[in-house]
């Protein structure tokens, strides 16, 4: 699928246009998807992933209190 994260399978998400007069429209959000070159076991592969894997990716997992 296109519009999908490959890492974390963040879609698309429905909501509402409201303008100043609260007047309620369908729209949809997309995730913010870029190219990425992954290194998975001594082998480039290019994906789309979300900005928010870009961000998270380099960090390590620690116990937050």
Partial sequence: MSKVCEMCGKT?????????SNRHTRRV??????KATLV????????KICTTCI????????NKK
């Fill in 29 to 34: 959000f997309n995730p913010n998807l870029q």
């Fill in 40 to 47: 998975v076991d001594g082998v480039k592969i290019q994906t």
């Fill in 55 to 62: 961000k998270t990716r380099g960090k390590s997992k620690k």
């Fill in 12 to 20: 698309r998400t429905s909501g509402s246009n409201v303008s100043h």
